[in-house]
């Protein structure tokens, strides 16, 4: 493993330069939804709950965006090793056509629907109450977001990461803003409660919008072709679909999936403290995995330039080895530290600040553990699976090692342990971990195997 981790002077200044900024972003974004969970979680449980139901849809949507985005990466990334600047305008088209019409339709059917959705998620009447308005309104800002993502994400597939820390860091103070304004009725607002949240939440998504398209329009960088992105043609969307409809596929099928978790949770017996617990838990976890992300976008961007330049086989391996281990590392890091901070911090402190009950705040703990358990196999897994495969485009094979386990193994086995098992709640929890005992060895293999090297800039299609 040392001999493995020793690379060329230079190689982890690039690798930190990259990933710096998207661990800052991915910081800034995961403490927005802190943010969000503690303000409404002073509410009170029900209100906390509610809007952890809420976001299930709107979660699908950020994925699926995620989904594009990352597919749209896989270009990218290697045409930018290449210097094609107009390819990379017809990925970004074609990337934005489909981000659009996901999200307006998403948007649309929670809007006119809202109950209809809520109630696929939980029968609980007073969580569909409670989310109702709050899940019509936020709806519609992944409409925006969707947009500035992509262009996010297009920055970032080409080595400049700072402009998406920038923009969710000026979209995380006026979403925190408003909702403080609007949630409680400060300087003389009315006081709006989970709706509030939502047009917080809302409004934020515009300014992001806003600014996006203003930094696009005047870039030199990597200059807007109208007619390369409104007419993005035939041959780039072929291999758009080959080489990203995997991608999206496996976000779509995972945020299903995981999303099939947070409903398993919404009809148990104990949903309320489940839901609440999770909506806490869940924002913790995505704060401890932001390194992990950061480092796999990053070596998304690395593995994909070192084909699209044309290094040999062995070369773009080792390299990517050389990533999955320290991903690996890091996990053991966060794991260790998540560990330590549960006794002397979680527990004693933040657990009462969110007010949790008795109920919530046991199944906190065990979510707590299993999550800090598993942090290694995921974190190396995230950098395997969104990092090097898919930009060695080898999306298909890295879609089934990631939905399989979810689909196969932590579902199934959630839902035996708590709807006909009625089991103990650290039972279900370790179920819900299923999906990481099976990922990564397999995972592992195909990394291995060597089959997932692949230029698809050059590719036919």
């Given amino acids: 493993m040392i001999s493995a981790l020793r690379r060329e002077p230079g190689f982890y200044r690039k690798l930190w330069t990259l ?120 709806g519609f800002s992944y409409i925006f977001n969707g947009v500035s993502s992509i262009y996010a994400g297009l920055q970032r597939s080409t080595e400049y990461p700072k402009f998406g820390m920038i923009l969710y860091g000026i979209s995380m103070c006026v979403n925190t803003f408003l909702n403080y304004v609007l949630i409680f009725g400060k300087f003389g607002a009315p006081a709006l409660g989970v709706t509030g949240a939502a047009i917080a939440t809302l409004t934020s998504r515009v300014v992001e919008f806003l600014i996006a398209a203003v930094f696009a329009s005047r870039s030199r960088r990597i200059p807007l072709r109208w007619g390369c992105i409104l007419r993005p043609g035939r041959a780039i969307l072929r291999r758009f679909i080959r080489y990203s409809a995997p991608v999206v596929g496996n976000e779509a099928m995972w945020s299903v999936g995981a999303s099939m978790l947070t409903v398993i949770m919404g009809h148990m017996d104990n949903s309320q403290d489940m839901l609440a617990a999770y909506a806490l838990i869940g924002n913790i976890d995505r704060i401890s995995t932001v390194v992990c992300f950061g480092v796999a976008a990053a070596a998304a961007v690395i593995v994909g330039k070192e084909i699209g330049q044309g290094r040999s086989r062995k070369q773009v391996y080792d390299v990517s080895w050389t990533l999955l281990l320290v991903s690996l590392l890091i996990g053991g890091g966060v794991a260790a530290l998540l560990l330590i901070l549960l006794p002397s911090f979680s527990r004693p402190v933040l657990f009462p600040l969110f007010r949790l009950s008795s109920g919530a705040t046991e199944a906190a703990v065990y979510l707590s553990v299993t999550y800090a358990v598993s942090m290694p196999m995921r974190s190396f897994d995230i950098t395997n699976i969104t990092g090097v495969l898919r930009a060695g485009g080898d999306a298909r094979v890295a879609s089934l090692i990631d939905v399989g386990p979810l689909w196969l193994g932590a579902i199934p086995l959630m839902a035996l342990t708590g709807l006909v098992l009625h089991a103990p709640t650290w039972v279900v929890c370790i179920a819900m971990q299923a999906e990481n005992l099976l990922k990564c060895p397999i995972g592992l293999i195909r990394f291995r195997s060597g089959k997932w090297i692949n230029d698809v800039t050059r590719a036919g299609g």
């Fill in 19 to 138: 990933a710096a900024p998207m661990i800052l972003q991915n910081i800034i974004t995961t403490s927005l939804g802190f943010a969000d969970t503690f303000m409404v979680g002073l509410l009170g449980n029900a209100e906390m709950a509610a809007v952890t139901a809420a976001n299930v849809p709107v979660f699908i949507i950020q994925i699926v965006i995620f989904g594009f985005q990352s597919g749209m990466a896989v270009l990218v990334s290697q045409y930018w090793g290449r210097g094609d600047t107009d390819n990379i305008n017809r990925c970004m088209g074609v990337a934005l056509y489909a981000v659009t019409g996901f999200s307006t339709l998403l948007a649309l059917i929670t809007f006119f629907f809202p109950a209809q959705v809520l109630r696929l998620i939980t029968p609980n009447q007073d969580l569909i109450g409670l989310g109702t308005r709050y899940i019509q309104l936020v």
